[in-house]
């Protein structure tokens, strides 16, 4: 048997016709997936260079976001919020990638990024008025729930179509590079964007020009309704980096230090003028792909009982459990700062009265054009 | 002041605004070494370098989503479009993205980016190389659509594009790309405001509102029917969204006809707008049906091109039109 045909049923291709058939990455161990910890808790590589304090703040990180998600979630149910995109299962992608950012680096996120969000100092109360759409809100009431983002963070304004964003981080790379600063673009996306053309685009662009972007794939198994074996058919989605000439690595997603280490590689990477380099996180959507979503009608209960084993909170506090740097008490009182957190800023966010009328003609342009100003005084009953 | 084609005043265009601020860069297919297909940034890369002219693999989504990127980030990215025909896989980064990143980010972002394309027919180029997409822009809140008609105002109007701090899809009219020639100032800081028409040539019978590779066939026509005695005002709109609507209505009310020419389809062509900001706004005046002089609603035809164009002829008897009403 020559070599080629070894690769070839190495990746399940015994069938094919072709002799030449390009090596599939899976054959040469890159699809093995980065892991850190086990689902026990329990080292199986070594792991990141952090201290007890950095541990105890990545968890708490994550737990921040699931109280978040949980409240959030309530209030959608009890019709105080329109809409909101749960991201229950996905706090390791979030908080690992996010912990490893600089103040300088871009983030280009999708629209299931509130903890990269709030790592970032996206202001709880800033995301609260984002939802509520009220006067508040940077957004100005303009965009849905999740739809957020601000320059002085250096996050970037969600988009609801997936996978736009990514072109856009290789320009932010691409300013980057021009003014010779040392900062990276991130973007993140899930499956289901690695079918766009924007995906494409922005990864071709990426590779040629040599920009220091990290793409941060969330794998969560599902776009929408679409499982990943309808998506795709190669065996990983960080097998597609080859295809582009840039580096591709794949990860426990639900392993906020195997997350974090690959994050700090490939920043420091890119950083380094190496190039782009692409991340796939696999994980699982646990909840439904939005509030409007009802995953009963494709998803069986039985699909999701793997994965709430791997939960990816429960998983890391069992290994600092086992370090002796997290208490029960502890754990009591993570999960009720937040807690009160979010109480205090609902309350203070609830009462604020809606946008001005008026200001859904601003920011259309720089200026307000004699058209908009006609039609704002036709609005508000004028001539 | 110096003679130049179209093409000359837009690459001296780009260059003199390259020199006075380095935040500006050109990206696009071929637009580097080879200097674009026609031509127009010839001679940039060499002289600012492959960082700032930069040719890009063919895919209008990477081109157009990262000068957002760019220009949200503080790069003043200048794109080219082949031809605008081949804009469409890119529709969706203009108008869900560049139009709207300032709007919907609360006016937190901008992206000062202009987009440039060669538009239009009359170079025997077909359905792929002849379309006016004006309207699909016009159409979209958070965009301003900039159509020269001479090398002056091509100069003018593309450093004023550049200048400004909204995104710009600035249509270039192909056929006049050598064929017009003029008096172009050579002075840096000359600029021609946006947003302003300019009056062509001045008459009292009829207002001829056009734009692009129509003006000069309006002006031909103004010289037919001169001899009739009949004067026309030829206004060129040049920006076309946000409209100068007082240079229209202006000209509307002296003359009470009008006659709309563009080469794009008719049906919610732009000129559609134009007869309805007319009719909303100044149907006392008018003495007759707005008549409008289109390419038909069919698609571009390549042997029956010079059927499909409005030219002088058709002008002349749309100009008639509404001087027998």
Same mark, same amino acid.
């Given at each position: 048997?020559?070599?080629?045909? /070894?690769?070839?049923?190495?990746?399940?291709?015994?069938?094919?016709?072709?002799?030449?058939?390009?090596?599939?990455?899976?054959?040469?161990?890159?699809?093995?997936?980065?892991?850190?910890?086990?689902?026990?808790?329990?080292?199986?590589?070594?792991?990141?260079?952090?201290?007890?304090?950095? !541990?105890?703040?990545?968890?708490?990180?994550?737990?921040?976001?699931?109280?978040?998600?949980?409240?959030?979630?309530?209030?959608?149910?009890?019709?105080?919020?329109?809409?909101?995109?749960?991201?229950?299962?996905?706090?390791?992608?979030?908080?690992?990638?996010?912990?490893?950012?600089?103040?300088?680096?871009?983030?280009?996120?999708?629209?299931?990024?509130?903890?990269?969000?709030?790592?970032? =100092? #996206?202001?709880?109360?800033?995301?609260?008025?984002?939802?509520?759409?009220?006067?508040?809100?940077?957004?100005?009431?303009? +965009?849905?729930?999740?739809?957020?983002?601000?320059?002085?963070?250096?996050?970037?304004?969600?988009?609801?179509?997936?996978? *736009?964003?990514?072109?856009?981080?290789?320009?932010?790379?691409?300013?980057? @590079?021009?003014?010779?600063?040392?900062?990276?673009?991130?973007?993140?996306?899930?499956?289901?964007?690695?079918?766009?053309?924007?995906?494409?685009?922005?990864?071709?662009?990426?590779?040629?020009?040599?920009?220091?972007?990290?793409?941060?794939?969330?794998?969560?198994?599902?776009?929408?309704?679409?499982?990943?074996?309808?998506?795709?058919?190669?065996?990983? !989605?960080?097998?597609?980096?080859?295809?582009?000439?840039?580096?591709?690595?794949?990860?426990?997603?639900?392993?906020?230090?195997?997350?974090?280490?690959?994050?700090?590689?490939?920043?420091?990477?890119?950083?380094?003028?190496?190039?782009?380099?692409?991340?796939?996180?696999?994980?699982?959507?646990?909840?439904?792909?939005?509030?409007?979503?009802?995953?009963?009608?494709?998803?069986?209960?039985?699909?999701?009982?793997?994965?709430?084993?791997?939960?990816?909170? &429960?998983?890391?506090?069992?290994?600092?459990?086992?370090?002796?740097?997290?208490?029960?008490?502890?754990?009591?009182?993570?999960?009720?700062?937040?807690?009160?957190?979010?109480?205090?800023?609902?309350?203070?966010?609830? +009462?604020?009265?809606?946008?001005?009328?008026?200001?859904?003609?601003?920011? /259309?342009?720089?200026?307000?054009?004699?058209?908009?100003?006609?039609?704002?005084?036709?609005?508000?009953?004028?001539? | 002041?110096?003679?130049?084609?179209?093409?000359?005043?837009?690459?001296?265009?780009?260059?003199?605004?390259? @020199?006075?601020?380095?935040?500006?860069?050109?990206?696009?297919?071929?637009?580097?070494?080879?200097?674009?297909?026609?031509?127009?940034?010839? =001679?940039? +890369? +060499?002289?600012? =370098?492959?960082?700032?002219?930069?040719?890009?693999?063919?895919?209008?989504?990477?081109?157009?989503?990262?000068?957002?990127?760019?220009?949200?980030?503080?790069?003043?990215?200048?794109?080219?479009?082949?031809?605008?025909?081949?804009?469409?896989?890119?529709?969706?980064?203009?108008?869900?993205?560049?139009?709207?990143?300032?709007?919907?980010?609360?006016?937190? #972002?901008?992206?000062?980016?202009?987009?440039?394309?060669?538009?239009?027919?009359?170079? @025997?180029?077909?359905?792929?190389?002849?379309?006016?997409?004006?309207?699909?822009?016009?159409? &979209?809140?958070?965009?301003?659509?900039?159509?020269?008609?001479?090398?002056?105002?091509?100069?003018?109007?593309?450093?004023?594009?550049?200048?400004?701090?909204?995104? /710009?899809?600035?249509?270039?009219?192909?056929?006049?790309?050598?064929?017009?020639?003029?008096?172009?100032?050579?002075?840096?800081?000359?600029?021609?405001?946006?947003?302003?028409?300019?009056?062509?040539?001045?008459?009292?019978?009829?207002?001829?509102?056009?734009?692009?590779?129509?003006?000069?066939?309006? !002006?031909?026509?103004?010289?037919?029917?001169?001899?009739?005695?009949?004067?026309?005002?030829?206004?060129?709109?040049?920006?076309?969204?946000?409209?100068?609507?007082?240079?229209?209505?202006?000209?509307?009310?002296?003359?009470?006809?009008?006659?709309?020419?563009?080469?794009?389809?008719?049906?919610?062509?732009?000129?559609?707008?134009?007869?309805?900001?007319?009719?909303?706004?100044?149907?006392?005046?008018?003495?007759?049906?707005?008549?409008? /002089? *289109?390419?038909?609603?069919?698609?571009?035809?390549?042997?029956?091109?010079?059927?499909?164009?409005?030219?002088?002829?058709?002008?002349?008897?749309?100009?008639?039109?509404?001087?027998?009403?």
């Amino acid at each position: 048997m020559v070599e080629s045909e /070894v690769m070839v049923q190495a990746a399940g291709l015994a069938q094919s016709p072709f002799r030449l058939i390009h090596t599939p990455l899976s054959a040469n161990g890159a699809s093995r997936m980065v892991r850190v910890l086990d689902e026990e808790g329990v080292e199986v590589a070594p792991p990141p260079d952090l201290g007890d304090e950095d !541990l105890i703040s990545l968890y708490e990180w994550m737990v921040r976001l699931r109280v978040f998600d949980t409240r959030m979630l309530s209030l959608q149910r009890q019709g105080r919020l329109g809409f909101f995109v749960p991201s229950s299962g996905e706090e390791a992608a979030q908080i690992g990638t996010a912990y490893a950012l600089r103040p300088e680096d871009w983030v280009f996120p999708a629209y299931r990024e509130q903890g990269v969000a709030l790592h970032r =100092g #996206f202001p709880l109360e800033g995301i609260l008025c984002q939802l509520l759409g009220n006067s508040h809100d940077y957004m100005k009431g303009r +965009q849905m729930p999740d739809h957020f983002g601000s320059p002085k963070y250096r996050f970037a304004v969600a988009s609801s179509p997936v996978g *736009t964003q990514i072109p856009h981080a290789v320009g932010a790379a691409w300013s980057a @590079r021009l003014r010779r600063e040392a900062s990276v673009a991130t973007v993140y996306f899930g499956d289901g964007a690695t079918s766009t053309g924007d995906f494409h685009a922005g990864m071709n662009f990426a590779a040629v020009q040599q920009l220091p972007v990290v793409f941060y794939c969330k794998n969560n198994g599902w776009a929408i309704s679409l499982p990943c074996a309808k998506q795709y058919r190669c065996e990983s !989605l960080a097998d597609r980096a080859i295809g582009y000439g840039m580096p591709g690595v794949r990860v426990d997603g639900n392993d906020v230090l195997a997350v974090y280490s690959a994050a700090q590689e490939a920043l420091e990477w890119a950083r380094s003028g190496s190039g782009p380099v692409f991340v796939e996180m696999v994980t699982q959507r646990m909840g439904p792909h939005s509030t409007a979503d009802d995953p009963t009608r494709y998803r069986a209960a039985e699909l999701l009982e793997p994965w709430k084993k791997k939960d990816p909170i &429960t998983r890391f506090r069992r290994y600092l459990e086992s370090m002796g740097i997290w208490s029960a008490a502890e754990e009591e009182r993570a999960h009720a700062e937040m807690d009160a957190r979010i109480t205090e800023a609902l309350e203070w966010a609830e +009462q604020l009265p809606p946008p001005d009328t008026s200001s859904m003609f601003e920011d /259309v342009y720089a200026e307000v054009p004699w058209h908009l100003d006609e039609q704002r005084r036709e609005l508000q009953g004028g001539e | 002041m110096a003679v130049m084609n179209m093409v000359q005043a837009l690459n001296l265009a780009l260059r003199e605004e390259m @020199r006075r601020d380095d935040r500006i860069v050109v990206i696009g297919e071929d637009v580097g070494r080879l200097g674009g297909v026609f031509r127009v940034t010839e =001679g940039l +890369q +060499q002289e600012y =370098g492959e960082e700032r002219v930069v040719d890009t693999p063919l895919n209008e989504i990477g081109i157009v989503g990262a000068a957002i990127g760019m220009a949200m980030t503080g790069t003043r990215p200048c794109v080219e479009i082949q031809f605008a025909d081949f804009i469409y896989p890119a529709f969706d980064q203009i108008v869900n993205e560049l139009a709207k990143i300032r709007y919907r980010s609360g006016g937190q #972002f901008s992206a000062p980016c202009v987009i440039r394309t060669p538009y239009g027919g009359g170079v @025997r180029g077909g359905h792929y190389h002849s379309q006016s997409p004006e309207a699909y822009f016009v159409h &979209t809140a958070g965009l301003k659509v900039v159509v020269p008609s001479t090398p002056a105002d091509a100069k003018g109007l593309l450093k004023a594009a550049i200048r400004q701090d909204d995104p /710009v899809i600035f249509l270039e009219p192909k056929r006049l790309y050598r064929s017009a020639k003029d008096e172009v100032p050579e002075d840096p800081e000359f600029v021609v405001p946006l947003e302003v028409a300019r009056m062509a040539r001045e008459g009292s019978d009829v207002t001829v509102l056009a734009y692009g590779a129509m003006v000069p066939l309006c !002006l031909e026509a103004a010289k037919v029917v001169a001899q009739g005695g009949t004067e026309l005002e030829v206004i060129d709109i040049r920006t076309l969204w946000p409209l100068d609507i007082d240079a229209v209505l202006g000209s509307v009310k002296k003359t009470g006809r009008v006659v709309i020419v563009h080469e794009a389809p008719r049906a919610c062509g732009y000129g559609a707008e134009l007869a309805a900001q007319i009719a909303e706004r100044a149907i006392d005046s008018l003495q007759a049906p707005i008549v409008r /002089v *289109t390419g038909p609603d069919t698609p571009f035809p390549y042997a029956l091109e010079p059927q499909y164009l409005p030219d002088v002829d058709k002008i002349v008897r749309g100009v008639e039109r509404v001087l027998k009403y």
